[in-house]
């Protein structure tokens, strides 16, 4: 089991540094065919013809392609990204800024997006058949076809503008330095509510979807037909049993959702105008900031591969069996 | 009682609109009519006269009577469509509605606009006053006849013998205002209903956006946007995700397990990424959005198209086919697709609501098919910055998109 476990663990591990490898690759492709020459925002005319090769020279542009892309490669994997061109300092320093926000709010929708799929899923399931759940089951397929960008938009002219209650954008009051951390923080939750309805929403109601067509197909099945013959109480064989079986399918689908959350909520960034990596990520390319093109999405490709092999690990604590299917 | 069908509703929505606009589909014909002649009596260049806007209205005339004749007298489609309607079927109808015929459905350009300053911003349900210039020239030649008549009968965005006011008044003279400026517009000129001045009324549906543009007619345009970039990137997607897994499954393994593989490293990173990164290198229009959503929604078919062809191969049919001595594309179209196509189009129309969500969403970060087009997305984003006193720039636009989207997945979900 151990041995089996290890050989997964590895063969993931190098599958996921050749997928990094492949990305940074197709990458650093698509910048250098993109018309336009980066060296441009740092040559003024002005400048001397010496001093500007000094500068091709220590951008390493006037070597041959395949060096620069064999040394580019060298650096990417010993952690330097070099410097941004808009922020003109390490790509670290300022994916550092962005992430950690990210990482709060992305954390903070995913648990809810989890909780309240599970708590709704629950619910419904118990009226199985009643209005409530055929209501709950078509508004689930409703809210998930909703694209962000128009939920968002929705939200922000019913609530803020037409009843004034939430701000419209940022993630901090004009005089917030002055207060204390308990009402900083407060202030923070209350930029934030709108975001996270809109983000929250859609996932919500995916997950509800796997959950409660999980309950449904497990509370078919003999073995739980069964149980109820044998005289365990509902709420033994719901936890101890339907519980477990059902949230298998989610549990890949989160850690695909989990993935694409930390690489940035883009458009609910964008709407709300928040300091997240989508927004960075987004801002970069089309401000043709390569380096911190290039460090954003390794930053992003590496958290989905992690989140991907943590729902694995999750999926074989549930079910040993996947180890043998998982390295296939 | 008979059952009121999808039949009756595309004959009513067709005869109505052929009824509610039957002035301006006689003065199109009669302008073919007038083209057609002078070509024949002219030598000189009236080809010039054909555009796109030209063949687009005369295209969907025709195609509204086409259509309506292969609705009444085809009997397989007079028979598919005797079923009921529902939700699914209403709104897909009406939106190959606006597709096919966006120039008789709307009456005036998706850019025309005119006096900003009175039109811009208007409340869904308002309606503007306006006074119309005399025609003064008068055509001599043939061909001159053929322009003025054509000027008059296609729209244009734009609109010289027309001015929008808020109010107005006569004397001796014809004042209006506009925004607090006042107008003096000599009476002998405009157009007169006997010996008052006509004063004519436009009326705005869905209201009108920042430059005065009718919202009405630019979402009705715009759906020819989302359809057209949702059916070739499908297409693209479509001919990609077959012809790769159809290599894959036909010939070695080495080959199999590179295309898969490669597959999979797509799968993990999200598409968005490439796309957003594409177009911003590259610059955006209609074809590189439709190219790159294309080039990026194949991945999902390969898988499904793989598993298929892998059960098909082992097969009695396929292999009899091939003992025949069929080629390998006559293998594909005749023995393969017509298996797996269920399952397929089920991916596709899933890939279709994806690719317009997508090209919507693009719109909205500024990454769209450009300003030329009036896309959903392209609407919602112009939107965005009237939100305090234009609501129906971001939730009209934004209903239409949810309406298409639930409609499609519904119908996929159906099938």
Redesign the interface.
Same mark, same amino acid.
Do not use: K, R
């Given at each position: 089991m151990k041995s089996e476990l290890l050989k997964l663990f590895i063969n993931r591990i190098l599958t996921s540094i050749l997928?990094l490898f492949?990305?940074i690759t $197709?990458?650093f492709i $698509?910048?250098r $065919?993109? /018309?336009g020459d980066p060296l441009q925002k740092f040559i003024s005319p002005k400048l001397s013809p010496e001093l500007a090769t000094q500068v091709e020279k220590s951008f390493n542009l006037d070597k041959p392609i395949h060096i620069q892309y064999f040394s580019f490669l060298a650096k990417i994997f010993s952690g330097d990204f070099g410097v941004s061109y808009s922020y003109r300092t390490s790509v670290l320093t300022v994916i550092k800024n962005y992430f950690l926000f990210t990482l709060i709010f992305s954390t903070i929708s995913f648990l809810l997006q989890f909780l309240i799929a599970f708590l709704i899923a629950r619910f419904t399931f118990k009226n199985k058949d009643k209005l409530v759940d055929r209501i709950t089951n078509r508004a689930a397929?409703?809210i998930y076809?909703? /694209?962000s960008?128009?939920l968002g938009?929705?939200l922000?002219?019913v609530f803020?503008? *037409?009843l004034n209650l939430f701000p !419209?954008s940022g993630i901090e009051s004009i005089h917030n330095d002055s207060v204390s951390v308990l009402q900083k923080i407060a202030d923070h939750l209350y930029h934030l509510i709108l975001p996270l309805i809109t983000l929250t929403a859609a996932g919500s109601a995916l997950f509800y979807r796997y959950l409660r067509d999980g309950f449904s197909q497990v509370s078919n099945m003999n073995f739980i037909t069964s149980l109820r013959a044998s005289g365990f109480s509902e709420k033994e064989i719901f936890n101890k049993h339907i519980l477990p079986n059902a949230i298998q399918p989610l549990i890949s689908v989160a850690g695909i959702e989990f993935g694409?959350l930390m690489?940035g909520a883009?458009?609910t960034e964008? #709407?709300f105008s928040l300091p997240g990596m989508g927004r960075l !990520?987004?801002s970069a390319?089309?401000n043709?900031d390569y380096p911190l093109?290039i460090g954003c999405?390794f930053i992003?490709?590496l958290i989905?591969?992690v989140a991907?092999m943590i729902a694995d690990l999750i999926k074989i604590k549930f079910d040993k069996r996947l180890t043998k299917e998982l390295i296939e | 009682m008979k059952k009121f069908t999808l039949l009756t509703l595309i004959l009513i929505l067709l005869l109505s609109l052929i009824l509610l606009r039957g002035n301006y589909i006689i003065s199109l014909l009669y302008l073919c009519y007038v083209f057609i002649k002078t070509s024949f009596t002219q030598n000189s260049n009236i080809l010039q006269i054909i555009d796109l806007p030209f063949i687009d209205n005369v295209s969907s005339v025709l195609l509204l009577f086409i259509s309506l004749f292969v609705v009444v007298f085809s009997k397989s489609i007079n028979k598919k469509l005797q079923q009921k309607i529902n939700f699914i079927n209403i709104v897909i109808t009406l939106l190959l509605m606006c597709f096919l015929f966006a120039p008789i459905i709307t009456v005036q350009h998706p850019d025309f606009q005119k006096n900003i300053s009175v039109t811009k911003l208007l409340h869904p349900f308002s309606s503007v006053e306006y006074v119309r210039f005399k025609n003064e020239n008068n055509p001599i030649t043939e061909k001159d006849k053929l322009i003025s008549l054509y000027n008059s009968v296609i729209y244009k965005p734009y609109d010289e013998n027309i001015i929008f006011f808020d109010s107005s008044q006569t004397d001796t003279e014809f004042k209006c205002f506009q925004a607090g400026e006042e107008i003096v517009i000599d009476k002998s000129l405009l157009v007169t209903d006997g010996k008052e001045i006509k004063i004519y009324n436009k009326f705005f549906p869905l209201g009108t956006d920042e430059f005065g543009r009718d919202v009405f007619t630019r979402i009705i345009f715009g759906s020819r946007i989302s359809l057209l970039v949702g059916f070739f990137a499908v297409l693209i997607s479509f001919l990609l995700g077959i012809i790769l897994a159809y290599i894959a499954t036909q010939s070695g393994r080495l080959l199999n397990i590179v295309i898969s593989r490669l597959t999979d490293?797509f799968l !993990?990173? /999200?598409a #968005? =990424?490439?796309v957003?990164? =594409?177009l911003?290198? =590259?610059g955006n229009n209609l074809i590189s959005v439709i190219l790159v959503l294309g080039f990026t929604g194949w991945m999902s078919l390969f898988k499904i198209a793989k598993s298929e062809m892998i059960s098909v191969k082992q097969k009695e049919f396929f292999l009899t086919a091939k003992l025949i001595g069929l080629n390998k594309r006559e293998l594909l179209i005749k023995e393969i697709l017509p298996v797996i196509i269920v399952p397929v189009i089920v991916n596709l129309i899933f890939q279709f609501s994806n690719v317009i $969500?997508a090209e *919507?969403?693009l719109s909205?970060?500024?990454?769209g098919t450009g300003n030329e087009y009036s896309s959903w997305?392209r609407m919602?984003q112009s939107g965005?910055r009237y939100?305090?006193e234009a609501?129906w720039l971001?939730?009209i636009p934004?209903l239409v998109? #949810?309406i298409t989207?639930?409609a499609i997945?519904?119908a996929g979900r159906k099938l």
């Open positions: 997928v492949l990305l $197709l990458v $698509l910048i $065919l993109a /018309p397929v409703v076809t909703i /694209p960008f128009v938009l929705f922000v002219i803020s503008v *037409s !419209t694409i690489g883009l458009i964008v #709407i !990520t987004v390319i089309i043709h093109v999405t992003a490709g989905m591969i991907n | 490293l !993990t990173v /999200p #968005i =990424f490439f957003l990164l =594409f911003a290198f =590259f $969500l *919507s969403a909205f970060l500024g990454l997305g919602i965005q939100l305090s609501w971001v939730i934004g998109l #949810i989207l639930l997945n519904e």
